[in-house]
């Protein structure tokens, strides 16, 4: 199983990012699995099988088109069949999974044949049961993204998906690129978690900051996707709100420490930090007692030693109880001072 309850899993999802640059691609790979990822992700569609001729030869005049109509902007951007297994060969290289989103029937069979190590089923394709279960059938950990999809779409994907196998991880995805911090939704996370507690749940964001990963990981979060590119500045729809090798490798820091932060410091710990030690005030008399003196809120006070005697913070144990000697105003009380302590 790849995914685990237990240890955070984070794909760097280049997407087109690399601009249908073969080398891109492949500096995507060495400087992603540098700073932290499990996975780097990259997309995979036959554009003409995907979309119908007219949709294909349509006008695309975006400020970030690469070329006239939609189709061969979509072309500009795709890698090249042959140089698939050179990324997974990459991948290998840098101990990163080499995961890709097919968008049709000939993308996957593609995927089969060099053996893609994760595939991803896109929100896109949420609900597409026919494509679900051939994606399923093969038997590779699959990610699902859900944005856009209502709860009885999710769970007829998820089913299809169980009929086959259970390395799966559902990612709470919110549709919008990019997404508006107050608009992650990231309460949804513990709803999948309940919903579907045979499945690893994760969050596959669009927001352009790193809160969301840690944010995400306290909800229930162990599965974690991301764009990431290499100049926010460059000509695309996606560079804009994905995080560049800084910011990707503060998320997976910051995500990493979220469990860490958890755990309470062991009890025997708390008071003896070296700031007390050195600064923490002891109790002293605010007058001169008397052996048999009761000691009151009215007759105490914080004094900082070289050393610590009773520290101030224990006063609720000593007041009320009496003092076997005579103390002179601002003296240190030693725990022996003090009559059934």
């Known amino acids: 199983m790849i995914f685990s309850k237990e240890v955070p899993f984070i794909i760097a999802e280049v997407g087109q990012n690399h601009q249908g640059d073969l080398d891109l691609a492949r500096e995507y790979i060495r400087i992603f699995a540098f700073e932290g990822a499990d996975a780097v992700k990259f997309q995979t569609r036959n554009n003409k099988q995907l979309f119908s001729k007219d949709a294909y030869e349509a006008p695309y005049?975006?400020?970030?088109?690469?070329?006239?109509?939609?189709?061969?902007?979509?072309?500009?951007?795709?890698?090249?069949i042959e140089w698939l297994p050179i990324l997974k060969?990459?991948?290998?290289?840098?101990?990163?999974?080499?995961?890709?989103?097919?968008?049709d029937e000939p993308s996957l069979d593609i995927l089969q044949q060099i053996d893609v190590d994760i595939l991803k089923i896109a929100s896109f394709d949420l609900g597409n049961l026919p494509f679900i279960n051939r994606i399923a059938k093969l038997g590779k950990p699959v990610v699902m993204s859900v944005g856009g999809g209502k709860i009885e779409q999710i769970r007829s994907s998820v089913q299809t998906l169980l009929n086959h196998h259970n390395d799966i991880a559902i990612l709470h995805c919110v549709s919008e690129y990019p997404c508006e911090f107050n608009r992650l939704g990231l309460d949804n996370i513990e709803v999948l978690i309940r919903e579907f507690p045979e499945c690893i749940i994760g969050s596959s964001d669009h927001f352009n900051g790193t809160l969301s990963g840690p944010i995400a990981s306290m909800k229930g979060a162990k599965v974690f996707e991301k764009h990431v590119t290499l100049n926010r500045a460059w000509k695309g729809t996606d560079h804009s709100f994905a995080l560049e090798p800084e910011g990707f490798r503060k998320f997976v820091r910051d995500i990493k420490r979220v469990s860490k932060m958890m755990a309470p410091k062991p009890i025997e710990e708390v008071g003896t930090e070296k700031v007390f030690v050195k600064l923490g005030k002891s109790l002293v008399?605010?007058?001169?007692?008397?052996?048999?003196?009761?000691?009151?809120?009215?007759?105490?006070?914080?004094?900082?030693?070289?050393?610590?005697?009773?520290?101030?913070?224990e006063s609720n144990r000593v007041i009320s109880k009496t003092v076997n000697r005579d103390i002179k105003k601002g003296d240190p009380i030693f725990y022996d001072d003090i009559i059934g302590l």
């Open 61 to 80: 005049t975006s400020e970030n088109a690469f070329a006239a109509t939609y189709g061969a902007h979509r072309e500009k951007l795709e890698l090249k």
């Open 89 to 103: 060969e990459d991948c290998i290289k840098h101990g990163v999974k080499f995961m890709s989103t097919p968008f």
């Open 285 to 313: 008399t605010y007058h001169d007692l008397k052996a048999g003196d009761t000691l009151s809120l009215n007759n105490l006070s914080g004094r900082i030693f070289n050393e610590q005697y009773i520290p101030v913070r």
